[in-house]
């Protein structure tokens, strides 16, 4: 996000847009002078185009720096360049100095300026020393903010136990304390002037309450274990030979003692004895410079005057507990690799026959509950992230690390077949309408996922779920060239199965071929794309859908691209099969011709089409049939027309209606309750219109009795000429109540 930042001020800088820029780079609370750092990256991404490898790239430099900032530290405490070395091994091999070097993060940035600010700090008595000393620690501190503890006590030694003496602590106290204020003050000066009230920010983010209180003394060595393992111990055992060597007055042993007492005391007394911030990871990090100085004083002392196989065992040791350390870092997958390798995977088995694909925890798991993944083939595994224990460490409580141990999330791809129902339709080579029993993702608000995927570029039919908060969803249509439409927000129970019904124009055979003739579903059928969820239906459309092939559709992977959806589903598929008859006459129904010719229809009008017709219901065949049509007037009325081919053609009077939501129609068609007759012929009956419960329009009319034939909703499949070939809105559930 912040380096995010940093690109739209150097975008801004290159269209000359000054203020704009600046207020991206000073006009935020949050480690404020990160973005700046970050500057340079964004400027050369802004020439050469953005590479994610060139920003890492140039912030990783500030790790490396910190390795060399480790050696410089220890010669100007006074160590020798031997044990100065040692450091920089410990610091090379350190896991924790090194996993974040692969994050546009800012605690490397400020973890090397600090370090510069603790050169700086043991540096010559003088105050422009202690100055700069002071400047480059608020430097630090607005790079992140986190690191507070780590430059407070850089400052508290330099004052106690600077250069100088005892005697000069006020002053350098004083002198370092100008000297951070200057930075500080000059950013929150730029930003008010700006118009940024970067303090006011401050103190909103930094009182937010984090999660767990009472556990930094516990933390602290957790973390380290998890993060250095071996290496921790042998950080101990050059500590334990520092402190058995330490004789008389040692500046430098007191100066890294004393870091790790004052930063480590610091996290546990905020966290445990006045509970104000939760002991992260990141915040740990600061201790390990001042512990791996220590180390290397004590393991200097170890191998001195013992010869080279000594120094050289304890040198093979270290570099084996960094190799062992780095495994983890080294071997992680993330996010976007893995669902790369997973778009791989699927469309290498595309046209296997009919699967539905599952991607498990191939996401990071902020917000996200655990569930376990159900059964069926895994293509393709892969560890999570956050299998790297150091990474729980990061805003996560106790609890959440305990439910994260429990569970195998490893990363995987999830092949589920295509079962059969005791009643399945065969389509000759098609799926047919498929029925879903699913568990719908928890934790995925403002995602879509992928549900069917038709075709192939540029002439694809996708359908998708759309998460909308935690209790809606809807179902989306995306036909490539036409746009995308969406169902109304339908209310979901995110923790028990539901059942999901498909009927999609891409799933079956061509309208003309025997395969979909030998079905019995009228023509019409072949060109609507339906939903029924739970039963009942939410999702219908008169849809054209691209000519496909089998082996050319997907269900729960978007093999095609495009932004509509994320790469696969990740619900929990509990059943997945052709749709049997009658579920489809069950859920459909609306759509069939019922017993008692009522039909309900939950309707958004289309804006824009005044003047225009557009058929609701057709029943007959061409030449003898009925078309009861809309009609808008104009942006506020609609009226309603039958069309009783070649005999008569009434019409309502307007009625006015609000375009901008939904409306509920009822429609009492007699001639859908008629048994059909041999000879054809005419009949009266009754027709009445409900809109949201009211009465809209009565009357005694003439039908055709070849109802059953082409029945339809929403099209005119029979090419009337007196209204347009298809509805233009949207159906957002049908039901014959």
Known sequence: MRYGQARIAAEDLAGRH???????LFGHADHTLFRLFCLPAALAEQAWGNHPALAASYLGLFSTAAIGLIWAIARRAGAGPREALWAALLAAGSSTLFYYSRHLLPYDVSLAILLGACWLALGPASPWNSFLAGAA?????????????????????????????????????????????????????????????IVAGYREASGLAHLDFHLGYRLLPEFLWHAEGPALLLWLLGWAAAVAAWRGPCRRLAWYAGAVALIAGGLVIFSDVVPHFQVQGRQVRAVVPFLVLGAAFGLNRLTLGRGQLWTALAAAAAVACAVATFLGPLRQWFPPRFEAAAEREVARRAGGGFRIYREDFAFFLWAHPIGVPPAGTALLRRLN??????????????????????????????????????????????????????VFPRGKMGLSEPLVTAGRPPGVDFLYVSYLDSRHLLFGFDRWGGGAVNSEPIEVDYERPHELVVWLGSLLPPAGSAAFAAQGFPAAWRDQLMVAFDGQVVFFRPQEFFPVRPEEITFGANTVGGTVAQPFFSGTVLAFEPAPSNVLRRDFS??????????QLRLQLPRGRAGRREPLVVTGIPGRADLLEIRYDDDRHVSFALDHWS?????????????????????????????????????NGEMTIRIDGAVAWRASVEFYREARATFSVAANRIGGSTCDPAFSGVVLSASSP
């Open 137 to 197: 620690t608020g430097i630090g501190f607005l790079a992140y903010n986190g690191y507070w503890l780590l430059g407070g006590a850089i400052l508290v030694l330099h004052a106690l136990i600077g250069a100088g003496g005892i005697r000069r602590a006020p002053a350098r106290a004083l002198a370092s304390a100008l000297g951070l204020a200057a930075p500080i003050a000059a950013v929150v000066g730029l930003g008010e002037a700006l118009g940024y009230p």
């Open 647 to 683: 005999r008569s053609f009434l019409e309502s009077p307007p009625v006015a209606l609000d375009y901008a939501r939904p409306h509920t129609f009822e429609l009492d068609l007699p001639v859908l309750s008629w048994p059909e007759p041999a000879d054809g012929g005419a009949a």
């Open 590 to 599: 609306a759509f069939f011709p019922s017993a008692d010719g009522r039909l």
């Open 385 to 438: 992230p956050f299998q790297f224990r150091p990474y729980q460490y990061e805003g996560y409580d106790q609890a959440r690390r305990d439910e994260i141990n429990r569970h195998d999330i490893a990363m995987r791809l999830t092949e589920l077949p295509f079962g059969f129902a005791r009643d399945p339709l065969r389509w000759a080579g098609y799926p047919g309408p498929v029925r879903f029993r699913v």
């Open 18 to 24: 000054w203020r704009a820029a600046l207020g991206e």
